[in-house]
């Protein structure tokens, strides 16, 4: 089944089809293996379409005056303003040594100072480093030790959490805020050094090149500590870029309500860069005023968690509701009925299958009717689902997504300092994404679950073992396990099931007031629930599906509801 033109281009004119599109809608049909790879063109492109450094400098010779974004505030940034700030954050940066492929990490929120230190570090060559804001404690320590970063940037009101954890190789934090003050052991500079950097940028040693490392991204640990995911320029241009989503173009604005110290905030600004398009920058999304949103800022394009969309779709409907610039919508996972989503608010609705480590190799096609389908496998890539040994699962069983691209460094090149998880992840020349799912006979994938123990809330990632690590640091836990349970919205939500250690056991909520000053909040367990013994295999590992399927019990304390 082929994808229909009107289809991909939307709200666009039928008649203006570009050869991208027409290429895209002709991808859908199933091929085999060989067939896709024979048409798939893995040559590596020019670096002045790849890399940032050289990319801006294209976007200011060939339309300095053209707006790349737009911010809540009223405020833009021309292509010319974007180089300005980039350049006066990257001489900030080498006034404090930083060099080509330096690691410098980031631990701000979402917003425009993560931008410009971002840009600034890429624009120098060196490698972004971006940390949660919500991280503290262990999760902070491990984050910073593992990066051989030697400068952070820090917002002032996330100092104190510096404070209180071991700081490794750290020896410069630059400090942005209001009148906040470090007095810790690295030596200290005011953000201003980023805005008003001088002197001549020195030559670099050497050409930036698009398999170079862009950045590390931090993705929560399942069997261990969280893992950081090397990314380069080309890992980047190839998840969001042309060739994944050429329904999106120069015209396009995208809005950005993703934060750019996860992958996907920061990918789809670059790739908005890549495309000569714009981007509208919020830094904190509103289901309430989403649609008043885009209107106010020009948005055509949005990527939302299905959680968002949940809250988005639970709005009372208004007349004007598709009266918007809106033109595409990206929603992961799917909701139940994609196609009343794009009705209702006017425009053409996908879903994919991704994650930071790959480069959505399955996308589905405009307005998917199948139910629950995430896509097909799009030209470049090659994707099976395969069963503990790899060896390929009957169509319709359920095995576990592995995936490999045409063209060299189109995804994640490792775990940096993680051999053994690398080769774990690798093995076989595939990469094993430890997520479950099926296929149907017409090439649609289905996301089952996951295989790895994580749960999924909000759109973040939740290591159970290192959660679990903090909830028996409690000296009244003898045992403790985290399990998903679903979630009225979407996703799912936490539940701690604990064993206490007789009398010293403490009560839910004070378990609640334990872990809030160690863990990030979006960590934090909804519910809580205390027995006697876990569950247990022979082997001594708890068998969490038995705590799954016994979910929410007449025993369970919910947060939510006690406050």
Known sequence: MSLGIDAVVGKRDAGAHDEQAVRFASDFPVTSMSERRSTSDHRIPDREDVVFRYLIERRVRDAPDQVFAVFEDGSSWTHQELLDATLAAARGFQQLGVRQGDHVASFLPHGTDALRVWFGLNYLGAVYVPINPSYRGNLLAHVIANSDASVIVASDELLDRLKEVDLADLRDVVTLGQGSTWDGSLVSHPGSILEQGTGDLQALDRAIEPWDTQAIWYTSGTTGPSKGVLSSYLHAYSMFGREAMPFIDETDRYMINMPVFHMGGAGLTYSMLVRGGSVAFLERFSATGFIDQTREMGATVVFLLGVMASFVESQPPRPDDSDNPLRTVFIIPVLDDMERFGKRFGCDVYSIFNMTEIATPIVTEANPRVPGTCGRVRDGFDVRLVDENDCEVPLGEVGEFVVRADRPFAMNHGYYKMPEATARAWRNGWFHTGD???????????????????????????????????????????????????????????????????????SAPELIDFLAARVADFMIPRYVRFVDELPMTPTEKVRKVILRDEGITVDTWDREAAT
């Open 436 to 506: 479950a799912g099926r296929r149907d006979a017409d090439g649609n994938f289905f996301f089952v679950d996951r295989i790895k123990d994580v749960v999924r809330r909000r759109g973040e990632n939740i290591s159970s073992l290192e959660l679990e690590i903090e909830l028996t640091a409690h000296a009244g836990i003898a045992a403790a396990a985290i399990v998903g349970v679903p979630s009225q919205y979407a996703e799912e939500e936490v539940l701690a099931v604990c064993v206490g250690a007789g009398t010293a056991a403490p």
